[in-house]
């Protein structure tokens, strides 16, 4: 079984297109959370992850667009992109988005937005990837929310401390018998690791790797769409950057 990854799309269509014909023929596609926030097509990005029949879970960006988070916990920036999200979204994208549970479990596998037990922690470095390490229960867990390509990974039965893998540039991960992995396929439409491509995941079950992507895709169209709908300039921006 192939799965086709993706997360943190934060309603950038030209990245989504963009990815989406990168991962190619896959058997089903995974939703990492966070639809919405950001960028200028809130509806059309949701409208696309429900045609692919997604297995999706809800980012913090969804959550906030629903009226569910207190929007003092975002930046003025994040903010602004959230409270012009709300008026945009249409009524079935905004049911679409109050589906959506907090975590999954996909064959043998977890995903969750950022972490455990707290899906809005942040993992940054091995020591916040600890915590998860010892919440989950499957050998491997999908995350995103940081944007950042990368993996962590411990040694069973040694009680090891999580080491940690860039995949700024994209290449794979071997998910092997002898340890536990926790893997951030990098973010769709929001790359933050000094990469400006738009990143995504295939995981191949029977071969059991993880193969990270990154794309091109119309950035200057993206950056357009956020400053005519009257959204930061930030927000464009920072695209060119992968920041």
Known sequence: MKYGLISDIHANWEALEAVLEALGEVDAYLCLGDVVGYGANPNECCERVRELGCTTIIGNHDEAALGRMDLNWFNPYARAAVEWTMAALTPENRKFLESLPA???????????????????????????????????????????????????????????????????????????????????????????GNPQAAAGIYDTETREVEVLRVDYDLPTAQRKIRAAGLPSILADRLAFGR
Not at 113 to 130: F, K, N, Q, V
Not at 155 to 160: D, V
Not at 161 to 176: A, D, E, H, K, Y
């Open 103 to 193: 975590t999954a479990e996909v064959d043998d596998f977890l995903l969750v937005h950022g972490a455990l037990p707290d899906p809005w922690m942040y993992i940054t470095s091995p020591l916040e990837a600890l915590l998860t390490f010892q919440n989950m229960e499957p050998d491997l867990c999908f995350i995103g929310h940081t944007h950042v390509a990368e993996y962590y990974y411990v040694e069973k039965n040694q009680g090891s401390f999580p080491s940690q893998v860039s995949l700024r540039r994209g290449g794979t991960v071997q998910v092997t018998p002898e340890r536990r992995f926790i893997v951030n396929c990098g973010g769709v439409g929001q790359p933050r690791d």
